[in-house]
């Protein structure tokens, strides 16, 4: 046997990346280390003396350390030991809520949530929100799948606040889009008598802060500052939209997320859409949730493949209310498909195939085919957006009336000169629905991927004093009130990636147009809930209408969504996601417009530019 110096025979310690741990191996230990890495898949030994490991793989496999000849030399990083008890106390407690036969001791009932969160608590609970709470508190750590618009955050800040009274919580630190800080701010002064310091994360923010803000955006370099505040006091780490951190450790937002849930004594995700790529977004999320555990519980509950059981299965480990709950009335969603003019067309079939060359051998490039995607969606609106402009976003400029297209004219200058003889179709479509709501008294929320498009559609609708919101727009809040308040603003304008998330429009606007989607799945739910969510008039007539360019890319996007919304829907057992995905055929109605309806409309587009 080796002669071994004294002291530590093993360190467990943190390695360079968020999700490894490192063995280091005293002096003379070396062999042990080499027997001891054998026992996980997926450690990589660095020298004699040294190996990673994946924190996940460690958590789940503690039993190998067992066979570590010294244990009483071996010492841990304190929060990883931490993290290492609480997942041992996790795997039993994930273990008895996936077995329907144990007995659920400690069970929080909801009739007991108004004694647990006491009389500094104002806020006003649903009951489907006292249910989720109670649950959510029965658990160590939670995932909260409500719907957009049943009132997450509000459940969330509930949490945070039993805690306060019952575990001595301290602090609160929300990772989330920019969009939904206010949601916490007004939660904050609405359900609390004595309101938690809450201040946006940045250098000059109030180092006796009780809650902190930050968005994922910035998450990445700020983990090292706020882990150490995290780990200063008992904390709870809220993901608030926690589907951005879907590719896990493979994702620059899931890594940060990975490196700092370790700090915090209690972890919280929060999302309407969980899993909008398929199980691999679900093992991520859960991974975060309870790690060592949480991944292998969801692949081994679809592994045979059957997502109802799957469903049954996960259930007890995290809340969902659905929409079919909060009692709103229905939404009718319609896709128009709408046939490409003969220029149009002939442009788009030779985009097709110039773009079908160039994606040859670069299958496994992800972000060139994406480039190719975008372009595209584009045409599939109009090839007139490909072409070069003064600006990157300067608008299209159709004519009124078109011109006669030129014998013997080339393609590439079609596609620059495209709106002087044809109209996208789509675009006379979102003319005529904003028209017809108008004239009703309805407003319409118009969504487009492109800024382009989104300051084209600016140019035509300028009769109906639109509002517009994009990631360059500096005034964003002002443009929603707009919207909101200015009874001639009929209609916004935007993309589902700025104003997806967070904002709230269903006391003011029952009509959604889409332009064009793309192919995630979870901003096209969330931006759905922009107008149809809690608080909803029980009158109300919420219409959704999608726009797709006949053979186009428009049918795949709308057939890869319909399969990622039926899986959603089944996996989360919410027949509302699976309707979703089913979209009924509706006829068109811009076409009914004549050459004096065009002209009516889009006279404008001249005015004040001679």
Request: charged content about 25%; aromatic content about 6%.
């Amino acid at each position: 046997m080796p002669t071994r110096a004294t002291g530590l025979s093993l360190s467990i310690e943190f390695g360079d990346v968020a999700t490894k741990a490192r063995f280091r191996a005293g002096s003379g230990w070396e062999e042990a280390l080499r027997r001891l890495s054998v026992s996980f898949s997926s450690c990589v030994q660095r020298s004699p003396g040294t190996a990673d490991v994946d924190i996940d793989e460690l958590l789940g496999n503690l039993m190998a350390l067992a066979s570590w000849p010294e244990p009483d030399s071996v010492a841990w990083d304190p929060q990883l030991a931490a993290l290492a008890t609480d997942s041992a106390k996790d795997a039993q407690t994930v273990a008895q809520r996936l077995d329907p036969d144990a007995a659920h001791s400690g069970e929080t009932d909801a009739a007991d949530v108004g004694d647990l969160l006491g009389p500094d608590w104002k806020g006003a609970l649903t009951t489907f929100q006292r249910r989720d709470l109670a649950k959510l508190l029965s658990l160590r750590h939670g995932a909260n799948f409500s719907v957009p618009g049943a009132g997450k955050t509000r459940v969330g800040l509930a949490v945070f606040h039993a805690l306060r009274r019952s575990e001595g919580a301290e602090r609160l630190l929300v990772v989330g889009p920019k969009s939904c800080y206010e949601a916490w701010q007004d939660e904050n002064e609405q359900c609390l008598r004595e309101p938690l310091r809450m201040e946006v994360f940045s250098r000059g923010a109030d180092p006796a802060a009780d809650a902190l803000l930050v968005n994922y955006e910035r998450l990445d370099g700020a983990v090292n500052e706020l882990g150490q505040w995290l780990a200063a006091r008992p904390s709870l780490l809220v993901l608030d939209e926690a589907h951005r951190m879907k590719l896990g450790a493979a994702g620059t937002y899931g890594a940060a997320c990975l490196a700092l849930g370790p700090r915090a004594r209690r972890r919280l995700i929060m999302t309407g859409t969980p899993a909008p790529n398929g199980v691999r977004d679900l093992e991520n999320l859960f991974g975060f949730v309870w790690p060592g555990h949480g991944r292998q519980k969801v692949a081994q509950a679809v592994a045979g493949g059957d997502l109802a059981r799957a469903s049954q299965v996960l259930r007890p480990l995290y809340v969902r209310t659905t929409k079919s709950e909060l009692g709103l009335p229905p939404v009718t969603t319609n896709l128009r498909l709408l046939p490409l003019p003969a220029v149009h067309q002939e442009v788009y079939e030779a985009l097709l195939g110039r773009f079908s060359a160039r994606a040859a051998g670069c299958e496994g490039d992800f972000q060139a085919l994406g480039r190719i995607v975008v372009y595209m969606l584009m045409a599939a609106t109009s090839p007139a957006l490909l072409s070069v402009g003064t600006t990157r976003h300067e608008p299209l400029a159709y004519r009124v009336p078109p011109l006669a297209v030129p014998a013997g004219t080339p393609l590439f200058e079609l596609m620059q000169d495209l709106p002087n003889y044809e109209m996208s179709p789509k675009y006379q479509e979102v003319l005529a629905i904003v028209r017809q709501n108008a004239a009703c008294g309805r407003k319409t929320l118009v969504w487009s991927t492109f800024v382009r498009s989104l300051n084209t559609l600016e140019r035509m609708l300028r009769n109906f004093s639109p509002a517009v919101v994009h990631g360059g727009t500096e005034d964003r809040q002002a443009q929603i009130e707009r919207f909101r308040a200015d009874p001639d603003c009929a209609v916004l304008l935007s993309n589902p990636a700025t104003l997806g998330e967070g904002i709230s429009l269903h006391h003011h606007c029952h009509d959604a147009v889409y332009v064009d989607r793309d192919f995630a799945a979870a901003r096209f739910l969330q931006s759905l809930d922009r107008i149809h969510r809690l608080g909803l008039a029980p009158e109300a007539e919420t219409r959704i209408t999608v726009l797709a360019s006949a053979g186009t890319i428009d049918e795949v996007v709308d057939g890869r969504l319909q399969d990622k919304l039926q899986f959603m829907g089944r996996i989360l057992d919410d027949p509302d996601v699976q309707q979703l995905a089913d979209l009924d055929e509706e006829p068109a109605i811009g076409s009914g417009l004549d050459q004096r309806d065009l002209e009516a409309l889009m006279g404008h587009l001249h005015a004040g530019t001679t």
